[in-house]
């Protein structure tokens, strides 16, 4: 198993220009979630999605979009990137357990960095 | 709503010094606890959980109990290596939530 796979793993952008994260994971987790992490801060959650073909707002989640169209992968997208948006994007995948649906613990990506300039 | 408080750091250590991080939270119901641990340049990995009260999680010489009546679930490790030197978080799930909630992260540093 590769677990939680994220590609890029490093990206330089211009300020405007568009691109887009690519997060897969191969363990049929239903949950899927995007962070990003800024020097010395701890995580925020930008975007998730509770199955297929669904996604909501975390935290931070102006100037993102995400799409869910297979239940393996994850995308993120900057449409229109800015000098704020540089940062460290973790990808996780988690599942529901237990007779009282508990959330268990996420996996994480290795992240992909990146910087706008 | 759910919310996780951990000590600020950075915790500074001589090797073999004995290690303990704060966490406590607050929520409703019954929550899994988790702590996770991130090293210089990578992602987070799960170090250990408790999904229940009185639960004690363990892993790599760490320890953590879930403390329902203290509302904690401090991290402690009795001899501390200076590979142990990394960021780590405790994080809580709701019984039927969708998301997990992160305290803000304890940098440790272990001096030789």
């Known amino acids: 198993n590769a677990g939680v796979t994220q590609t890029p793993k490093f990206r330089v952008l211009k300020t405007g220009q568009s691109m887009t994260l690519l997060c897969a994971q191969d363990m049929n987790h239903e949950y899927m979630y995007w962070y990003r992490q800024d020097p010395g801060m701890g995580l925020r959650l930008i975007h998730y999605?509770?199955?297929?073909?669904?996604?909501a707002k975390g935290e931070v989640p102006d100037g993102y979009n995400v799409s869910r169209l297979k239940k393996q992968n994850f995308l993120l997208g900057l449409e229109s990137a800015a000098p704020s948006q540089t940062s460290v994007y973790f990808c996780a995948s988690s599942y529901l357990a237990g007779a009282l649906g508990q959330l268990r613990e996420q996996f994480f990506g290795p992240g992909t960095r990146l910087t706008v300039l | 709503g759910n919310s996780v408080t951990q000590m600020e750091g950075p915790v500074t250590l001589s090797e073999e010094a004995f290690l303990t991080i704060n966490c406590t939270y607050t929520a409703t119901g019954y929550p899994s606890l988790f702590w996770y641990v991130q090293y210089p340049g990578e992602g987070l990995q799960l170090l250990l959980k408790?999904?229940?009260?009185?639960d004690k999680g363990s892993n790599k010489g760490f320890e953590a109990t879930y403390r329902k009546e203290t509302t904690s679930f401090h991290l402690e490790k009795g001899s501390v290596q200076v590979s142990d030197s990394a960021v780590y978080f405790c994080?809580?799930?709701?019984?039927?939530?969708?998301?997990?909630?992160f305290g803000g992260g304890t940098r440790v540093l272990v001096k030789p």
């Open positions: 999605s509770v199955g297929e073909g669904t996604t």
């Open positions: 408790a999904t229940k009260a009185d």
């Open positions: 994080a809580l799930g709701k019984a039927a939530g969708n998301k997990l909630t």
